[in-house]
């Protein structure tokens, strides 16, 4: 099966698996990423200046080369949703969820239906007016990722809720915005691991991904151990490249003092 095509599944069954966010539109990137070891990437269009144009070239390459990418809307509004996966998004990586409520509406939002995403043949995603209504909305079914962000502590005490509605596939635990929503300047508090460990159980118990973000490899052994995530986001293309000339000035500069 394609990458593309299996990586609901994946997500599913809890597999392990790492990606990261990309902060910079543009569609070489895609290239470059689809040739590593990561599983697939997440464009964030929360914080990072992607426009619908920028989201659109990204697409087109990412369909192109059967890379699975995410995106991270900015906002969790139908609009938003609609085009992003209309653009050819494997799923939606969406921020700061709080109730029951709005869980129930970004599931709606991202499935066919009364209500919900618009229905639309002649999109990237669709293949463009080649395939039948029926076989786009199995490949809704088998394709579409719908990740919950759990962004605020009164967030944590529902998501168990959360992870049981159907069409959510999975909670992505923020351990920076539930540490300042705590009130602490740090994420080293129990406070947050109590919450990350609450929310993994959560989605564990239905069958839910659990995704969330490390800065760096060296976290997601213990994650996965004390916390149950299977999905890494890890740092993003800033912190690689800035770590990297950072390492390599650092070798250079040492030279002049041997």
Sequence with gaps: MSRIGSFKSRVLSRELMVGTFLKTPHYVM??????????????????APFDRRAVDECMAV??????????????????EILWALDCGAVGIVAPHI??????????KAARFGLGGRGYAGSSRW??????????????????????????????????????KINGID??????????????????????????????GEAAKAS??????????????????????VNIFFVGSEHSFIRNKADEIAAQIKAIQEI
């Design 30 to 47: 895609i290239e470059i990423f689809a040739k590593s070891g990561f599983d697939f990437l997440c464009l964030d269009a929360e914080h």
């Design 62 to 79: 990412s369909r192109a080369l059967d890379f699975p990418v995410l995106v991270r809307v900015g906002d969790t509004s139908h609009r």
């Design 98 to 107: 709080e109730t029951v409520t709005q869980a129930e509406e970004l599931a």
């Design 126 to 163: 669709a293949g463009y007016a080649t395939k039948k209504m029926p076989d786009l909305l199995q490949q809704s079914k088998n394709e579409t990722v719908v990740i919950a962000q759990i962004e605020e502590p009164a967030a944590v005490k529902i998501a168990g809720s959360i992870a």
């Design 170 to 199: 999975g909670l992505f635990a923020g351990p920076a915005d539930l540490s300042v929503g705590m009130g602490f300047e740090n994420q080293e508090s129990n406070e947050l691991k109590a919450a990350l460990k609450r929310v």
């Design 207 to 228: 069958g839910k991904g659990y995704a969330s973000f490390v800065g760096d490899a060296s976290q997601a052994g213990s994650w996965a151990e004390n916390y149950d």
